[in-house]
């Protein structure tokens, strides 16, 4: 284009980059229209897959290059919405066809746009983000208006607006004013998006959860905050939290973790050079806090018995200033490289790693009654990271839950065996459904007499952490969204007898 206007010397590469320039004043930006339509795609292969939502958008985004990053931004709020309300969006199209005799045309956008309708109507606090992104996208001064055009223009034509927009308001009103509400679990785990049985189990141990199952319901259907915590005591975090606000990151500091920072949105942190250096690595508070509470003291031997790619084993290397002995176990190779290379990243060298692979010989680290610590994060449902991966919510089943509870209490009872005589066994789970929790706890302490209660404050006193809910049950605490405005996790601890 510009080759006759060029110098001599001028290369190639300028050329290009020239051309490129040029071209950008041209770029047209993708029709709305065009994102629901990759929304609806992208939908569809999340609903038939097993793989988390994350990893399937990154994947079609690796395939469509040509789908910028402000176009991905929305289409990845639209769809995680569209997710998060899976149930209430079902129930108000199942009502309608209930008195349809005809087959809705355009039916998978048709619930994408009701699941933007209920925000808009209920949640208009989780469309900040998608509607900012929007106004950046096409040059507006107001995205909510934008969208809700869109939404009434398409409906009126393709579905029914008024009626639409008034069972959303009349479901809502109705589930707000239930007498008995555990009676109607149906009529909730549709208003609230949860499964039935989910819900009723709630409300069946709620002694057990003493926290409000709608509440606890109602939590999930709000975006996950991104949370990261210090990983260098070199730094205040203060001074981390001053750099990145001068840089332009909205952030701020952690209500109970003495560490964290939490963003008010997503940030490609790991390109950031705090991350390349160690200095601040990604951790949710939840489970932060379960690092505190097992209270790791310096040079202690600690067994991560279930460690997955090492977030908390880095932590307790961090609590320990690298002091301590620390096991990082698991049965999956690949997370154990990644922890091996964080762990480089960050500095520490207490940190060894050991491959579990049951039936194969092999030099195994793990020695009976020698740890001060054992912490066993047991896999779980994942229920209390349903904000980040919506898709939990609709995984599980009765079946399931029955199975993942009954290895979780053999994983228990297997690596309680590690623990020294006086020393700390420590439970946890990213879950909020009692069968994993509570249940577990109780049936292991049945069966296990050399084991008792011991009482959990003592991490988080010692850190000066006043925590909500946190002497209700004393040697148990659970996390919740609503009340602690973390992702869900619990933990129970035990002391063996010496």
């Known amino acids: 284009m510009y080759q006759k206007f060029l110098p001599p010397k001028l290369n190639n ?4 980059f020239l051309n490129k320039f040029a071209n950008s004043f041209t770029k047209k930006f993708m029709k709305f229209e065009t994102i629901i339509e990759h929304c609806v795609e992208i939908t569809k292969v999340i609903l038939k897959s097993a793989s988390p939502p994350d990893a399937i958008m990154n994947e079609y985004f690796r395939k469509k290059k040509y789908i910028g990053s402000k176009e991905r931004k929305i289409i990845s709020e639209v769809v995680f919405i569209n997710l998060r309300f899976l149930g209430f969006t079902n129930f108000i199209v199942k009502t309608f066809n209930k008195t349809s005799t005809t087959d809705q045309p355009h039916k998978e956008k048709i619930k994408i746009l009701i699941s933007l309708l209920i925000n808009i ?18 040059n507006l001064t107001n995205g909510t208006e934008y969208l809700q055009n869109y939404i009434i223009d398409f409906l009126k034509l393709n579905f029914n607006f008024d009626e639409t927009k008034n069972l959303i308001l009349e479901l809502d009103y109705t589930c707000k004013n239930i007498p008995n509400p555990q009676e109607q679990t149906q009529l909730l785990s549709a208003r609230y998006s949860i499964p039935e049985f989910i819900l009723s189990s709630w409300f069946r141990y ?8 709608i509440k606890i319901a109602d939590s999930l259907l709000y975006p996950s905050n991104f949370t990261i915590r210090i990983n260098n005591k070199s730094y205040l975090r203060e001074e981390i939290w001053s750099k990145f606000n001068k840089e332009g990151y909205d952030c701020y500091l952690t209500k109970f973790s003495p560490f964290g920072l939490t963003f008010t949105e997503r940030v490609k942190i790991l390109e950031h050079p705090y991350y390349r250096q160690g200095i601040i690595e990604i951790q949710d508070e939840g489970s932060q ?17 279930c460690a997955g790619a090492g977030g908390k084993t880095l932590f307790f290397a961090f609590l320990q200033e690298d002091t301590g002995e620390i096991v990082a176990n698991d049965i999956n190779l690949l997370k154990l490289k990644e922890l091996q290379k964080r762990a480089i990243r960050s500095g520490f060298s207490s940190i060894k790693t050991n491959l579990l692979q049951p039936g194969k010989k092999k030099k195994n680290i793990l020695k009976e009654n020698y740890f001060d610590i054992v912490l066993v994060d047991a896999p779980c449902s994942g229920i209390g990271t349903s904000k980040r991966n919506p898709m939990h919510k609709w995984w599980l089943n009765p079946n399931k839950l029955f199975r993942l509870s009954k290895k979780q209490l053999e994983l228990l009872s297997f690596y309680s065996r590690f623990l020294k005589r006086g020393g700390y066994l420590f439970y946890s789970t990213c879950s909020l459904m009692p069968e994993e929790n509570q249940i577990v706890a109780e049936e292991f302490l049945s069966s296990n007499p050399h084991f008792s209660p011991s009482s959990i404050s003592n991490g988080f006193r010692s850190f000066s952490i006043e925590i909500p809910t946190l002497d209700v049950v004393p040697n148990q605490l659970t996390l919740f969204p609503h ?3 973390t992702d869900g996790f619990f933990i129970a601890k035990f002391i063996k007898a010496t």
Request: aromatic share 6%; with cysteine.
């Open 13 to 16: 590469a300028k050329i290009t």
């Open 289 to 305: 806090l379960i690092c505190i509470a097992c209270n790791p003291e310096k040079n202690s031997k600690i067994l991560d018995a």
């Open 206 to 213: 709620t002694p057990y959860l003493k926290a409000n199952p």
């Open 483 to 485: 009340i602690h405005g």
């Open 121 to 138: 109507l209920l949640y208009p606090r989780n469309l900040n983000s998608l509607s900012e992104s929007i106004e950046r996208l096409y």
